[in-house]
Nanobody, 125 residues
Framework: QVQLVESGGGLVQAGGSLRLSCAAS????????RGWFRQAPGKEREFVAA????????YYGDSVKGRFTISRDNAKNTVYLQMNSLKPEDTAVYYCAAKSGPGFEVNTARGYDLWGQGTQVTVSS
């Protein structure tokens, strides 16, 4: 069984940085894209960033453009989210997800087949 395991969340002051990791474990697993979404209390799940596994093309939500960077390590089957200039409004549970096939845009949660358990990111003001 394949699992996505996130790590790297925590508490940071506004203006600080964090790096999230998402590793796929289990049987051989391939995906067309991997993404990060986040959900704050009382809010809907929000697209953060995604990366094409084959081409490396990246996509970002408007609220994180210029501050967050998504990258991948194909050999380790791991995706990263470097978060800089963090703001209190970035506080949320961050989820890693994998998209195994076409259909739906990469910024749509419904298009993803496999999800991690989530990691909490808290940014204090």
């Amino acid at each position: 069984q394949v699992q996505l395991v996130e790590s790297g969340g925590g508490l940071v002051q506004a203006g600080g940085s964090l790096r999230l990791s998402c590793a796929a474990s289990g049987r051989t697993f391939s995906s067309v894209a991997r993404g990060w979404f986040r959900q704050a209390p009382g809010k809907e799940r929000e697209f953060v960033a995604a990366i094409s596994w084959s081409t490396g093309r990246t996509y970002y939500g408007d609220s994180v453009k210029g501050r967050f960077t998504i990258s991948r390590d194909n050999a380790k089957n791991t995706v990263y989210l470097q978060m800089n200039s963090l703001k209190p409004e970035d506080t949320a549970v961050y989820y890693c997800a994998a998209k195994s096939g076409p259909g739906f845009e990469v910024n749509t949660a419904r298009g993803y087949d496999l999800w991690g358990q989530g990691t909490q990111v808290t940014v204090s003001s």
